[in-house]
């Protein structure tokens, strides 16, 4: 299936003006930027993780502004609960009848941003379970859609602070992508401090009408399913997803193990990522493809996006976290042991 040449340009021009118009009031991040914006295209969500007051917020917003979605924003903190976001069934009164009617939650909206999600306890983050993985929310035993497109951006802080609470297993692998945000340089530093505390500050010019603000996405998402993925990588993908397993897991099929899996996967990972994490691999190298004008994936595409597709995944161990071993060295590693097995 051929895409046409005009529809690439579109999507690579789309994408181009969505990175300058962010870069006119967010200062550095442009590589976490660029992530975030795949992600978007190829369906996913993003968990982004950062101290505070290193942009995570204004990225969010900022974004929602951009594309002219419907917008809600969701501060979690410990005494959220699920229903606060969900939404629940509320008792009317109409011509003298009573009856329950659905009051829908901020989770109907195309973009949500998820605040300082692990300020919230377990059972209230997997209420987005349901909406992240489905698309719906089911309250009462009744399923109720939710918009199109829809895109959950949730910030994290890190766990160590007061305060904080680890995100389950199965919501972060929800995530398409896991980005960390760093501390900004001097030179960025001393821009964000001019851009803020001046007279007036930029704002965005939104790139869709926002009656077909919608249809827009869902067209420019649908273009980046259309992009052909060769058997070869389609292999390559699956064997860096399995290389993060180690030969010792027990939910390995009898007499299979990850061909690939190396000393430091066995030593300090008690669980690898799921399929999952493949299909975030080639949907992420899927719009790379396509902001390059091709309707074709290559091993380089794949590469891009395997430290934020893959990282969040894995489980480690205690000695992990005792020799300060980091998953996305890890991810590294496997990269770095798969270009060599290339050339």
């Known amino acids: 299936m051929t895409t046409p040449q005009r529809n690439v340009q579109f999507f690579a021009d789309t994408f181009a003006r969505m990175r300058s118009e962010l870069g006119r ?3 550095g991040h ?7 914006l795949i992600a978007f295209f190829a369906g996913g969500h993003v968990l982004i993780e950062g101290l505070p007051g290193t942009g995570k917020t204004l990225i969010v917003r900022s974004l929602g502004e951009l594309l002219n979605l419907s917008f ?8 959220l609960m699920p229903a606060d976001i969900t939404g629940t069934r509320i008792l009317v009164e109409e011509d003298g009848r009573r009856s329950f009617r659905f ?18 306890t377990p059972k209230t983050q997997s209420a987005l379970l349901e909406a992240m993985a489905e698309l719906q929310v089911t309250v009462a035993g009744q399923s109720y859609p939710l918009p199109r497109p829809f895109f959950v951006l949730a910030t994290l802080n890190p766990i160590e602070m007061e305060g904080t609470y680890p995100l389950p297993e199965a919501q972060l692998d929800r995530f398409l992508f896991k980005v960390v945000l760093r501390y900004p340089s001097h030179d960025e530093l001393r821009r964000i ?37 060769a058997p070869q990588i389609e292999s390559y993908a699956a064997a860096l997803v399995r290389a993060t397993i180690p030969t010792t897991s027990k939910f390995l099929p009898a007499g299979d193990a990850p061909l690939a899996a190396d000393e430091p996967i066995n030593r300090y990972v008690s669980f690898g990522a799921s399929p999952r994490g493949g299909q975030a691999l080639l949907l992420g190298a899927k719009v790379r493809a396509l ?33 300060g071993i980091e998953p996305r060295s890890l991810i590294e590693g496997i ?7 290339r050339t």
């Open 25 to 27: 009031v967010i200062v």
């Open 30 to 36: 442009e590589e976490h930027l660029e992530l975030i």
């Open 72 to 79: 809600a924003r969701v501060q979690f903190t410990i005494d």
């Open 103 to 120: 009051q829908p939650g901020p989770l109907f909206t195309h973009v949500l941003l998820a605040d300082e999600i692990n300020r919230a």
């Open 193 to 229: 401090l001019a851009r803020t505390t001046g007279e007036s500050e930029p704002h965005l010019s939104p790139l869709f009408d926002a009656a077909v603000a919608a249809d827009e996405v869902e067209r420019l998402r649908a273009l980046v399913r259309q992009v052909m993925v």
């Open 291 to 323: 902001l390059d004008g091709r309707v074709h994936v290559t091993y380089e595409d794949v590469d891009a996006v395997a430290v934020p597709a893959l990282s969040h995944r894995l489980v480690v161990n205690f000695a992990a976290l005792a020799d």
């Open 335 to 341: 990269l770095a042991r798969a270009r060599r097995l």
